[in-house]
């Protein structure tokens, strides 16, 4: 019989728990000793280091063919609030970012109908142009998938011209939950599941890594959670080129999801997290995104396995536009203080992890 003693018990001799057992803590009320568990896992593999970046984002067109149910960031072509930046600016804020002692620009946006893909292509040139020192790690499976689509190019082709324009890695959006049952209902226009982790598997193939989310708190299922963690360990058994993995809590405004509740529970995001660091036993890196959880339940989580702090962002949107209260930008001084006063090490890194400096 599974219990949380026998779970323990694996966890500490060093084996991989089943998705029967994650469940299982997905089922328990014990958020301490789950917590615990993760804390020592986490221990294991990064001591007490707590990683950060300084990082900007850049959301260059919120135009989108999709339009998913829970994304309040998106608009059609034309409607009021829909924007698109020009490539000059989207130069200027990567040049004012590494000014700023950035050393990542993170990249993503909406499907527009009217770009090409040359767009784009030109756009990672153009920042590696004018901002050389920035890594740029940009666009989620969805756009790849995307970009192929428009360009009449193979998935492996695309990313090969990305990559020679200046793609250093990929970010992990765009997975929600992986279970088809859900997608139905959150993003039918999105594609499948199944889809986004050939997209993933053919980006590890080709060099990239990337970061794998998972959008928690809406009308999923602890099962569909356990079920879409099952899916990146699986992928991730077979590649190894994932990073991190970051559970998105999801925001409730301006969402065409209707749910009865307004946002996920502190206990859930620990428990989430710290069971996403136990279960993910073939991930070095967990991340709490401030954005989206706030700044204390981030700090808390610290105690609960989680190593990364995602970075300073500089300017949100896609949490913001759907109601995040937690502030648009860190400074690096903030995060570190964030960090140290969890009784942890803040380590800088840069986006493949190589640590720049400890405090
Ligand atoms: O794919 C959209 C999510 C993702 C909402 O890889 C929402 O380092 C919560 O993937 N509430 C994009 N989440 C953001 C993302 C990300 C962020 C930070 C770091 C990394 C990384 C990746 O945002 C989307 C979607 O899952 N999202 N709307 C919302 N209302
Ligand atoms: Fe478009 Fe991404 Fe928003 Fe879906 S989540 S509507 S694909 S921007």
Not at 158 to 166: F, K, N, Q
Not at 251 to 256: A, I, L, V
Not at 302 to 320: P, Q, R, S, W, Y
Request: proline fraction near 3%; charged fraction near 25%.
């Amino acid at each position: 019989m599974t219990t949380l003693e026998t779970i323990s018990a694996k966890v500490r001799a060093g084996q991989r728990i089943t998705p029967e057992e994650a469940l299982f803590l997905f089922n328990a009320n014990d958020l301490l000793a789950i917590g615990e568990l993760a804390a020592l896992v986490n221990e294991r593999k990064n001591g007490k280091n707590v990683y950060f970046n300084v990082n900007r984002h850049i959301n260059p067109t919120n135009v989108c063919v999709n339009r998913c149910a829970f994304c309040a960031f998106s608009r059609t072509a034309g409607e009021d609030g829909a924007y698109t930046l020009a490539l000059d600016e989207i130069c200027r804020r990567a040049r004012e970012a590494e000014g700023e002692g950035a050393t990542e620009v993170h990249i993503v946006g909406g499907l527009h109908p009217d770009l090409a893909f040359e767009f784009y292509e030109e756009t990672l040139r153009a920042i590696r142009r004018t901002a050389p020192k920035l890594h740029i790690k940009a666009f989620t499976a969805v756009e790849i998938e995307y970009f192929s689509r428009i360009s009449r190019l193979t998935i492996e082709k695309v990313l090969e011209r990305l990559i020679s324009a200046g793609l250093g890695s990929m970010p992990g959006g765009g997975a929600e939950i992986l279970v088809e049952e859900v997608r139905q209902k959150i993003c039918p226009e999105k594609i499948s599941g199944a889809r986004w982790l050939e997209i993933i598997r053919l980006a590890h193939l080709s060099g990239l890594k990337t970061n794998a989310t998972m959008l928690y708190g809406h009308v999923e299922t602890p099962a569909d959670r356990v079920a879409h963690m099952e899916m990146l360990r699986s992928l991730q058994d077979e590649t190894g080129g994932f990073q991190a993995f970051i559970p998105l809590a999801f925001q409730t405004e301006n969402s065409d999801l209707k749910l009865d509740i307004k946002g996920t529970s502190g206990l859930d995001d620990l428990k989430t997290l710290a069971i996403a660091r136990i279960f993910l036993d073939n991930f070095d890196h967990i991340k709490a995104y401030w954005i989206m959880l706030g700044e204390k339940i981030a700090q808390v989580s610290l105690a609960f396995g989680v190593n990364d702090l995602d970075g300073t962002v500089v300017e949100e949107k896609i949490g913001h536009d759907a109601g995040a209260k937690s502030p648009q930008s860190l400074t690096t001084e903030g995060i570190i203080r964030l960090i140290k006063n969890a009784g942890k090490v803040p380590v800088e890194r840069d986006t493949l992890y190589h640590p720049i400096r400890s405090f």
